[in-house]
């Protein structure tokens, strides 16, 4: 645990492969196919949230299908006009194993047959505790940006992720600059169907303390652990990339203020953002048609009533 903490300290990633067991990271996959199968997974990029709210307003207003395609409709204007959006998509939940629920933001809903995946949880939990404990006996800080005093278990649970939507991405940022109180990142990767191979993308790319990167591939069965105070992304993939995050949170008073990168630069890595993009150009070029025509004839109309008032002008005098 010392070499674990030391690692971490220095701002570097901890990997560790075959971390929960083949049938773990078997059943981990078939638990999220069932919650995707079920519609308990939500989509969670930039604005979603102010949309899902927007969605249940004009739901709570109305009846029927017009009010939810009303909504439906205002995020597909609001993805139009920002492409980019689309890269950063993907569908998640939070989960909290001891009540075997599924609870996105704004809703809670019961699970089914989520064993694997609850189990999982507990696992990771029990991990970071024992991370907190010897970082806290050790008097070893495995964060710049906090004392040594161990981790707290976070109440908002574990996110359960999956990307990989043709092409989509993760842009890069920090966790502790999306919630300030964490402390430590346990990102699980569980089996994938297909299995990833070189090629397939997805990688997680993090930015070490000493300015330099590491890329680690997102293999079935693998753990990767890093303090929250370090900028990382998760790179184009073409494959269904599924993920388990569990943070350790803070104890005591932050050193410093969280960082607040984000990178949110127009990529445009998905075939989404691609088509989003090309539909944006479309409306474009018909706006620039319709505005020209406008203007041709607002100067057919201009020179009739000028060539009239002329005409209609008495001859002048001499």
Not at 41 to 69: F, H, I, N
Not at 304 to 313: C, D, I, L, S, Y
Request: glycine fraction near 8%; charged fraction near 20%; proline fraction near 5%.
């Amino acid at each position: 645990m010392q070499a674990v903490l030391n690692t971490l300290g220095r701002g570097q990633v901890v990997v560790l492969d075959d971390a929960l067991g083949v049938a773990a990271a078997s059943g981990v996959l078939h638990d999220t196919k069932r919650l995707v199968a079920a519609g308990l997974l939500r989509s969670d990029a930039v604005y979603a949230e102010a949309g899902a709210q927007m969605l249940a307003e004009l739901t709570a207003r109305g009846s029927g299908e017009k009010t939810a395609g009303r909504g439906a409709s205002l995020m597909r204007t609001i993805y139009s006009t920002m492409p980019g959006l689309w890269d950063s998509y993907r569908l998640i939940a939070w989960l909290h194993a001891e009540s075997s629920v599924a609870a996105p933001r704004g809703a809670t809903v019961r699970s089914r047959g989520t064993a694997a995946l609850d189990a999982a949880i507990v696992s990771l939990r029990a991990m970071l505790d024992a991370i907190g404990d010897a970082e806290l006996q050790l008097s070893l800080p495995m964060s710049p940006a906090w004392p040594a005093e161990g981790l707290q278990a976070d109440p908002q649970g574990a996110l359960l992720s999956v990307s990989g939507f043709n092409g989509t991405r993760y842009a890069l940022h920090t966790d502790s600059g999306a919630r300030a109180t964490r402390k430590l990142t346990a990102i699980y990767y569980p089996r994938f169907e297909p299995a990833w191979t070189p090629g397939s993308g997805g990688e997680l790319r993090v930015v070490l303390a000493d300015g330099s990167n590491t890329t680690v591939s997102p293999l079935a069965d693998r753990l990767i652990l890093f303090h929250s105070e370090l900028l990382h992304e998760v790179l184009p993939a073409q494959f269904p990339r599924i993920s388990l995050t569990a943070w350790g949170l803070g104890r005591g008073a932050r050193r410093r203020a969280a960082p607040t990168a984000l990178d949110m630069s127009l990529q445009c890595t998905s075939d989404m953002c691609r088509q989003a993009q090309l539909e944006q150009e479309a409306k474009r070029r018909e706006q620039q048609v319709r505005q020209q025509a406008e203007m041709a004839h607002a100067m057919r109309v201009g020179i009739t009533m000028g060539q009239n008032a002329w005409f209609a002008q008495p001859p002048l005098t001499t």
